[in-house]
């Protein structure tokens, strides 16, 4: 009968928001890392390759004269 019966573990009643404090900093530096590398391999390269493409291809004296063609300067 004793063999069945298991002790139930004591309450941590000293350093319980210390380790909680400890585990939720660890997952939070954590899931905040995860968030940044996965932001620049998804988000950032994506949008820089892109700005390179467009820039690669762009006049600035083609952009000009067809804004100026439109009447939209008033100093042109």
């Known amino acids: 009968m ?3 019966v298991s002790k139930v573990s004591k309450p ?6 210390q380790s909680q404090i400890k585990k939720n900093l660890i997952l939070a530096i954590a ?14 390269d994506r ?3 892109r700005y ?6 762009y006049d600035i004296d083609k952009s000009f004269e067809q804004i100026r063609s439109k009447g939209l300067f008033d100093s042109c």
């Open 2 to 4: 004793s063999g069945e």
């Open 31 to 44: 899931v905040a890392s995860a968030a940044a590398v996965a932001q620049k391999f998804l988000l950032n």
């Open 52 to 57: 390179a493409e467009f820039y690669k291809s």
């Open 47 to 49: 949008r820089k390759n």
């Open 12 to 17: 941590q009643l000293r350093g319980l928001l």
